[in-house]
């Protein structure tokens, strides 16, 4: 028998979970469908994000971030802590548990919003008909007015370095390594490239990253990526850009890679090599030949500014689409489809979308920066200021990083913030609800800031833009 829904949702990651979930609760009879298999053999709904992405990741980063510092920078506090080691493998079990926590919680979410879960495989076929194939066995055929498609992304695999799962690895190889390599070679200094690099880099790998590019971090603000760069140095995270990669081969239990750059072609050795050159869009046994979906050129699934796909009523949301692969674009852009399909307001702007890179300092960023403003032609007045001069920053021993914020020069509209520094992951926050407000950089400046606090460096920086800045020369 054919069980019907209003809205059957295939993939539970961030995009797929927070749209059931939302769906449920906007009173739609509601399906979702997930197959990932934890590691404790349970379902565990939650996607890339919660199972081999953002939370485990933080985790790792939080776990070296405390030992990092312990080594580095408690002395000067008087605490004296000596023959530091880590355990990698009690690391480890605290990131799965972590993990496990997470997804079990959204199980229990899904039972508690009355959002029927099947833990298989989805097919959608033609007239909204989807085949589950069951984990471990049988098949359920389901049926619904709405679709969503929620399948996320994997990592992309260079087609002459295939990963083996253990010395050529991907994000979800580089969050399980056992034992910390002497030397670990990354391909790619993008997020993942610096989050996954910082992680083993502070546990004493000699961490180099190769990246394609000429320019480091071409997506932040110049400045930004300028300063993150001196305090990656610092941290011996060696990048060398304009490099390409031609080939990596397993010799003997060593990675074995040659590169080319400006010199010419060097060879280098590494015990380990994390390949984070950019994720795809996963569609693989989602969409049978009658589903009438169609795919772009980069195998993304095809939707307009509304989500809907080419197929009537089916949508498509998350890392599967076009758009940034973040955690939260995809929680929003499932709320959005849901609001759309119960007759609601649904609005996305994608320039209020923050990034955040969770290195430390951290980098943080939303709007524009200074050269995209440059090269649209637009009238802009910036404001910074460096966290050294900030007496909660210089207390805790963060002093390194800035905020820097760029409004319009006419309407003082606020159209970008760039942060990097402690906390930037939340200090956006605020530049983010000034900017969906579409408020000004006086805005900023006008509200009070308890003190001390880093988030003064934001209400400096904007009160900067004004020339009016009190702990700064204007
Ligand atoms: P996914 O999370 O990939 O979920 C898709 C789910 O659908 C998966 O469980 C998959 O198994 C399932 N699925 C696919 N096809 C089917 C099918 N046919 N049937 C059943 N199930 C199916 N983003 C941030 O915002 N912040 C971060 O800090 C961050 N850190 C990251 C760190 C790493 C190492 C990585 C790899 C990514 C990180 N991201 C981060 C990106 C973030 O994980 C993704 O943007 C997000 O998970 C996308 O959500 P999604 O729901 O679209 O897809
Ligand atoms: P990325 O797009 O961030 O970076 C990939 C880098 O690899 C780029 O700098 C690119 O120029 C370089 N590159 C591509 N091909 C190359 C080659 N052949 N040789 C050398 N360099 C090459 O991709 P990623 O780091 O794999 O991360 C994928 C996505 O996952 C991110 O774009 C982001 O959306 C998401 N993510 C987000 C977070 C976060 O929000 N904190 C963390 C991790 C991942």
Redo the contacts with the bound molecule.
């Keep these: 028998m054919t069980e019907k829904y209003d809205l059957i949702v295939i993939g539970a990651g961030p995009a797929g979970y927070v749209a059931a979930i939302h769906a449920a609760q906007s009173g739609l009879k509601t399906a979702c469908i997930d197959r990932t298999v934890g590691k404790d053999d349970k379902p565990a709904p939650g996607g890339t994000c919660l199972n081999v ?2 939370i485990p ?1 933080k985790a790792l980063l939080d776990s070296t971030k405390h030992f990092s510092h312990l080594q580095h920078d408690y002395a000067e506090h008087g605490i004296v802590a000596e023959n530091i080691s880590m355990n990698v493998s009690t690391m480890l079990a605290r990131k799965d548990k972590i993990v496990s926590q997470l997804t079990g919680g959204i199980t229990q979410l899904f039972k508690a919003n009355k959002v029927s879960f099947y833990h298989g495989t989805g097919e959608l076929t033609a007239n909204n008909m989807v085949n589950v194939e069951i984990v471990g066995g049988e098949s359920v055929q389901l049926q619904a007015d709405n679709i969503l498609l929620a399948s996320g ?1 994997s ?2 695999e ?1 087609p002459s370095i295939k990963f083996d799962g253990e010395y050529i690895i991907d ?1 979800i190889g580089a969050l399980e390594i056992s034992e910390v390599p002497a030397k670990l070679g990354v ?9 996954l690099g910082s992680v083993w880099g502070r546990l004493g790998s000699e961490v180099t990253i ?4 000429p320019e480091f ?3 932040a603000d110049k400045d930004i990526a300028r300063l993150a760069a001196r305090e990656f140095k610092k941290q011996k995270l060696e990048i060398r850009l304009n ?3 031609k080939s990596a081969q397993v010799i003997d239990g060593e990675v074995v890679v040659v590169i080319e750059n400006k010199a010419g072609e060097e060879q280098l050795s590494f015990d380990r090599l994390l390949v ?4 795809r869009a996963y569609t693989d046994g989602l969409l049978a030949a009658d589903s009438g979906v169609t795919l772009t050129e980069r195998g993304q699934i095809e939707v307009d500014d509304n989500c809907l796909t080419s197929a009537t009523n089916v949508y498509a949301v998350g ?1 599967a689409v076009r758009g ?4 939260h674009k995809a929680s929003e852009e499932g709320i959005a489809v849901v609001n759309r399909i119960a007759g609601k307001y649904a609005h996305l702007d994608f320039n209020t979308i923050p ?4 290195t430390d300092p951290e980098i943080a960023w939303v709007g524009k920066t200074e050269q995209q403003l440059k090269e649209q032609g637009v009238d802009y007045k910036s404001g910074s200021f460096p966290f050294a001069a900030n007496g909660r920053a210089l207390a805790g021993g963060s002093p390194a990083g800035m905020v820097k914020l760029l409004a319009d020069a006419t309407t003082d509209e606020l159209l970008g913030a760039h942060i990097v520094g402690a906390n930037a992951s939340e200090l956006i926050a605020e530049c983010v609800v000034t900017m969906e407000f579409h408020g000004s950089s006086e805005d900023l400046a006008m509200i009070v800031h308890a003190h001390p606090t880093l988030s003064e460096a934001v209400h400096e920086a904007a009160l900067n833009v004004q020339k009016k800045a009190i702990h700064r020369a204007n």
């Design positions: 992405g953002c990741s992304s990592a992309i260079i994000n391909i790619g200094a993008g997020v993942i490239g610096l989050e190769l990246e394609a590019l971090l071409p997506a490099t390409l990669v984070a050159v950019g994720r890392d940034p692969m973040l955690a990034w955040v890179i969770y």
